[in-house]
């Protein structure tokens, strides 16, 4: 017998006679209701200390590169160009090799959405977001959401996403409290993460 | 420093040894430096958990959703697997059978040889620590890199874990800083960032030669073939994302029906396990992407105990686990003896019981003993397994596996009946003192192996401290 045949048969074997699987209750808010999404959506964010801007549109690129200065960063292919018109960067096609996005500053990349009750931003591993390894080698990240991308709630956010792309969760900077339990904010990955919110 | 700093990799150090849960709490309780540090990690983790757990007022109806969908996918875990193996499949991905560790390593270390390396970058798992998976690599040449903070200062200090979510929970700074130095990481000073930062360069030229990485799952979808890994240190995204070659190992257990699901899975599991809102990498894939990371993905379906643990009708529902280490923190037992003391890869309240039903009995009869019942681990579960019941249950087996009571049983069985209450135990502990007849129920064992292991005068502070 295959272990494949093998683990089936016994699962089979284990749960033969048990009562029939229930139903699941989801008594639970899909929504969540906080007045201003993207208000708390900002609070939340910098509670991982990111730092957090909130910019009009007219003025993303000027604020992009004053977030940027002096950096070399990558951008995805898919980031609108207007929103890093004011800055020297790396576009990411042909893609980059790893050893190309380990020499970059930074990157700066939009997101698929926010989730305002936990404060994360979502990429989605493609267009604005950009695929995974540009938020990842650079040890700077630079993730402009727009209000409108914005949503309340984890469902709210599940319900949303599409599953067949690579998706990140990202909740503040990459952090650990393995020693003595004492937070340190960046180990791998971008150690400063910067967001800015782009309000119509 | 050599090329290789951790080679003794190939040494195969015991990750659980075979000294009964009693007499090996009793050298932990003597090592006041674990002591302290467990004390601290207990209480922040607790005080946390209980902040975020109170911001959502739905919590109980989240917890509620999050068992019943456990329950449900357990009673019916072939068809689930069937739908994970055919969605993996359609994504790009290729599934693989393991009736137990050897066979899951063995799958590993062909996959690594066969693409001609002889190291794989590695994400903290509990289910390859379960099936020594590091060793049997160490064995075929291949040495695999822990990649987490926590797990390079174990394999560094050639330690084993004592906390699921913080296994390093045990050494201080300074004692870490030794284990860097001596390995020549060089860190700065002992401060906790100048220690990441050591690991942070010591691991990325690692991440950024690999070609194939190696992972465990917190979740995968039947419905969709997508693979969550749920991380902090963003060691996890390396691990997925750079290398050529991934492969995860993950318990049957694991897996979830639908999409929707992670809806209340990736609420309940960051607020019981660190107390964040959100932890700070959650990395979900789905077979592969073309362009976007590893090309080729193997998903490894292990068994290894866990159909037997389903063939219990009463102790099925600690398949129910995430993993989150709440029940770990509440734990006044736990609090006082360390991960180490368990003899296993799962510590704790759940580790009392997954490690006997996953193993059987035989040489964890001690296991279900390690608690005092006071059910605080169940109040916190966040899939609401009912770790007491499961406890009281195993020690019945426990005992009617022996034709006649031993020592042991006797011993085990007054050791609860003592920790199930505080004035019980405080009775017991000065009568034991004063060697009267009631302090006789610890002698058959504490005759040949020493005294009562718990420091009955701190024991009872705490308590009182803290339960009254
Ligand atoms: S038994 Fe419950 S509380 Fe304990 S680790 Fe598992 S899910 Fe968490």
Redesign the interface.
């Given at each position: 017998m295959?272990?494949?045949d093998?683990?089936?048969s016994?699962?089979?074997?284990?749960?033969a006679g048990?009562?029939?699987?229930?139903?699941?209750?989801?008594?639970?808010?899909a929504s969540y209701d906080v007045g201003n999404v993207v208000d708390h959506f900002a609070d939340?964010v910098a509670d991982?200390k990111a730092t957090v801007r909130r910019v009009g549109r007219v003025d993303l690129a000027a604020v992009v590169a004053e977030e940027v200065g002096g950096r070399r960063v990558g951008v995805p292919a898919g980031l609108p160009t207007e929103w890093y018109a004011g800055i020297d960067a790396v576009v990411d096609a042909p893609?980059l090799s790893?050893?190309e996005l380990?020499q970059l500053d930074g990157a700066v990349t939009g997101a698929r959405l926010g989730?305002a009750?936990?404060?994360?931003i979502v990429l989605d591993?493609?267009g604005r977001s950009g695929?995974?390894?540009i938020t990842?080698?650079p040890d700077w990240h630079l993730c402009i959401v727009e209000a409108s991308q914005v949503v309340g709630s984890?469902?709210q956010?599940?319900?949303t996403l599409e599953?067949?792309?690579?998706?990140?969760?990202?909740?503040?900077?990459?952090?650990?409290?393995?020693?003595?339990?004492?937070r340190?904010e960046?180990?791998?990955?971008p150690r400063t993460l910067n967001v800015l919110i782009v309000d119509d | 420093m050599t090329d290789h700093p951790t080679r003794t990799t190939a040494l195969p150090w015991p990750r659980r040894h075979s000294t009964p849960f009693p007499q090996a709490a009793k050298i932990k309780l003597a090592d006041t430096q674990l002591r302290r540090n467990l004390r601290k990690a207990t209480t922040t983790i607790r005080a946390k958990r209980a902040a975020v757990v109170g911001e959502l007022p739905d919590w109980e109806e989240l917890r509620e959703a999050a068992r019943a969908t456990k329950a449900a996918t357990l009673r019916e875990l072939d068809v689930h697997l069937l739908r994970l193996e055919e969605s993996v499949t359609a994504a790009g991905g290729k599934v693989h059978w393991a009736r137990d560790g050897a066979e899951a390593n063995a799958m590993v270390a062909a996959i690594a040889r066969g693409h001609g390396v002889d190291e794989v970058v590695k994400i903290k798992s509990l289910t390859t620590d379960e099936i020594d998976l590091n060793v049997a690599l160490a064995e075929q040449g291949i040495t695999a890199w822990e990649t987490d903070l926590a797990e390079l200062i174990v394999q560094l200090g050639h330690d084993e874990s004592s906390h699921i979510l913080v296994p390093a929970i045990h050494k201080n700074r300074s004692e870490i800083q030794q284990i860097f130095t001596d390995s020549g990481l060089d860190p700065a000073s002992d401060s906790p960032a100048d220690l990441a930062g050591a690991a942070r360069r010591y691991l990325r030229e690692r991440f950024l030669r690999a070609k194939v990485g190696v992972s465990g799952a917190n979740f995968a979808i039947a419905d969709t073939g997508s693979v969550v890994v749920v991380e902090s240190e963003g060691n996890g995204r390396m691990c997925l994302t750079l290398p050529e070659v991934l492969v995860t190992v993950m318990g049957i257990e694991k897996v979830l029906p639908t999409w929707q699901d992670l809806e209340v899975f990736l609420q309940v599991l960051p607020r019981s396990s660190t107390g964040e809102r959100m932890n700070p990498y959650t990395s979900i894939w789905t077979g592969v992407a073309a362009g976007d990371g590893p090309q080729e993905f193997h998903l490894i379906l292990l068994d290894n105990g866990r159909t037997r643990a389903l063939a219990d009708e009463i102790g099925r529902q600690a398949l129910q686990c995430i993993r989150c280490s709440a029940c770990l923190n509440v734990c006044p037992v736990y609090e006082r003896v360390g991960g180490h003391a368990y003899g296993s890869v799962y510590p704790g309240p759940i580790g009392a019981i997954i490690t006997p039903l996953l193993q059987g009995m035989h040489g964890s009869e001690s296991l279900p003993y390690a608690s005092s019942l006071c059910g605080a681990c169940y109040e916190v579960c966040p899939v609401k397994i009912d770790i007491p019941t499961v406890l009281v249950h195993l020690r019945d087996e426990s005992v009617q596996s022996h034709t006649r009571p031993t020592v042991n049983d006797v011993a085990f069985r007054s050791l609860a009946w003592i920790f199930g209450d505080r004035r019980r135990y405080e009775k017991a502990q000065q009568l034991g003192k004063l060697g009267t007849p009631f302090g006789s129920v610890f002698r058959p064992w504490s005759a040949s192996r020493g005294p009562l292991a718990v420091a009955p005068q701190s024991f009872r502070a705490w308590w009182q401290e803290n339960h009254r």
């Open positions: 295959s272990a494949r093998d683990v089936l016994r699962i089979r074997k284990a749960v048990a009562e029939p699987a229930e139903d699941v209750p989801r008594d639970y808010r939340m991982y893609p790893i050893p380990d989730i009750e936990t404060g994360t591993g493609g695929r995974r390894a990842l080698v984890v469902p956010a599940v319900m599953p067949r792309v690579p998706i990140t969760f990202i909740s503040g900077p990459s952090a650990t409290s393995d020693i003595e339990l004492n340190v960046g180990v791998h990955g | -």
